[in-house]
T-cell receptor, first 110, second 115 residues
Framework: DAKTTQPNSMESNEEEPVHLPCNHS???????IHWYRQLPSQGPEYVIH???SNVNNRMASLAIAEDRKSSTLILHRATLRDAAVYYC???????????FGQGTRLTINP | SAVISQKPSRDICQRGTSLTIQCQVD?????MFWYRQQPGQSLTLIAT?????????ESGFVIDKFPISRPNLTFSTLTVSNMSPEDSSIYLC????????????FGSGTQLSVL
């Protein structure tokens, strides 16, 4: 499985945008980029995923570099409830066997 | 979405004993997975639970230690056998509705402590 690299931790302020980076220099043409997050004492929850084009949903936006070697998860207006560990994961389409890395622990300051 | 119920939510067990964790989904799903999350760590995939056949285990996990059953499309169990303190972890059930669905849904996990 291709690997991803994320910062161990990030900090932001409430109501400000947050940009969470992810490097995946060994990504293959069939790898989708997935983002999950894990709130304290909960199982992970799906955030967003994409292949080549930028993606938007009600939770976040995913910006994918043109060469696909990196991506950025964007939370447009962070709230305290967005404090979680965010995981960037590569997966072949339809292969739900996800391999989790260490993720980024996001802290939101009031 | 899928509603996943895991039981028990937590347990404290003595070394050498076994614990069976249940995962019940509110609708039929094709894919079910079991993950382990050791204290302060990320998630590690234990195995894929296959309906009607033996589970597919990841490297480092064996059937004798983590037997898995999946009798139908909504239910699976994971047994942690002959437990030691190193098995203290959160065990999570995960499901995907169908092979083409990109989303995984997770249960809230079973917090296991082995004394």
């Amino acid at each position: 499985d291709a690997k991803t690299t994320q910062p161990n931790s990030m900090e932001s302020n409430e109501e400000e945008p947050v940009h969470l980076p992810c490097n995946h220099s060994t990504i293959s043409g069939t790898d989708y980029i997935h983002w999950y997050r894990q709130l304290p004492s909960q199982g992970p929850e799906y955030v967003i995923h994409g292949l080549t084009s930028n993606v938007n949903n009600r939770m976040a936006s995913l910006a994918i570099a043109e060469d696909r070697k990196s991506s950025t998860l964007i939370l447009h207006r962070a709230t305290l409830r967005d404090a979680a560990v965010y995981y960037c994961i590569l997966s072949i389409q339809g292969a739900q066997k996800l391999v989790f890395g260490q993720g980024t622990r996001l802290t939101i300051n009031p | 979405s899928a509603v996943i119920s895991q039981k028990p939510s937590r347990d404290i067990c003595q070394r050498g004993t076994s614990l069976t964790i249940q995962c019940q989904v509110d609708s039929q799903v094709t894919m079910m997975f079991w993950y382990r999350q050791q204290p302060g760590q990320s998630l590690t995939l234990i195995a894929t639970a296959n309906q009607g056949s033996e589970a597919t285990y990841e490297s480092g996990f064996v059937i004798d230690k983590f037997p898995i059953s999946r009798p139908n499309l909504t239910f699976s169990t994971l047994t942690v056998s002959n437990m030691s303190p190193e098995d203290s972890s959160i065990y999570l059930c995960s499901v995907a509705r169908d092979p083409t669905n990109e989303k995984l849904f997770f249960g809230s996990g079973t917090q296991l402590s082995v004394l």
